[in-house]
């Protein structure tokens, strides 16, 4: 039986809500046959219609942002400073245009694959912490920008073998978005405290 999240649950309407949730469930990339999968233990929430911290902030509609428009349950992929793959999940209904960054995950399958990607030679935290860190190890990069998130090359999976209360989930403020205003203190941020496998703390 299927352990991939459905379309339903990308569609939900509180984006806030679902980053909170993406926490524990597992993210999986299988890309040229090399299988990968990691815990979610970091996200952020973007909210389209009144976040100014958002690409879509204000209805903006670009080449790069088309596809936060879209149903959830397809990749919003973007290069951040000309470096970094930063991987986001977009949810709500179609013109909604809400997005949740993956910004780190605990290495479970695949850890050798993810030390080539990244040049690496051993398993430390920096190996999946962090959003650009995260992409270049799942080997997710603008190719997967509106790729659906029920088909065979990026997917999350409910994860019922890992056990966390709620205190192991902290809240707290977005990271690197000065530019936003006020909106730059909301409590988007969520991450396991329990493990190592986080960005910032």
Not at 8 to 13: D, E, G, K, L, V
Not at 87 to 93: M, Q
Not at 118 to 130: A, C, M, P, Q, Y
Not at 138 to 153: I, N, Q, R, V
């Amino acid at each position: 039986m299927s352990q991939k999240l459905p379309l339903s649950y990308y569609q939900q309407n509180d984006v806030v809500y679902l980053a909170k949730n993406l926490i524990g469930k597992k993210v999986v990339s299988n890309i040229n046959g090399e299988l990968t999968s990691g815990i979610i233990t970091e996200t952020e929430a973007y909210r389209g219609y009144d976040d100014k911290a958002c690409h879509a902030h204000l209805g903006c509609f670009t080449d790069r942002t088309k596809v936060m428009y879209e149903p959830g349950g397809v990749a919003y992929v973007y290069l951040c400073y000309g470096i970094h793959h930063l991987f986001n999940i977009i949810t709500n209904i179609d013109g909604n245009a809400d997005a949740i960054l993956i910004r780190a995950v605990e290495p479970v399958q695949g850890v050798e694959i993810m030390l080539k990607r990244r040049g690496k030679k051993k398993l430390d935290k920096t190996l999946t912490s962090g959003p650009g860190n995260f992409s270049k190890a799942f080997a997710l990069d603008k190719s997967h920008y509106g790729a659906g998130l029920t088909g065979d090359e990026v997917w999350i999976e409910k994860n019922d073998l890992l056990r966390f209360r709620e205190s192991d989930i902290t809240s707290t403020t977005r990271i690197g978005i000065d530019y936003a205003g006020d909106d730059k203190h909301l409590p988007w941020r969520f991450y396991l405290n329990t493990s190592q496998f986080v960005s910032k703390r």
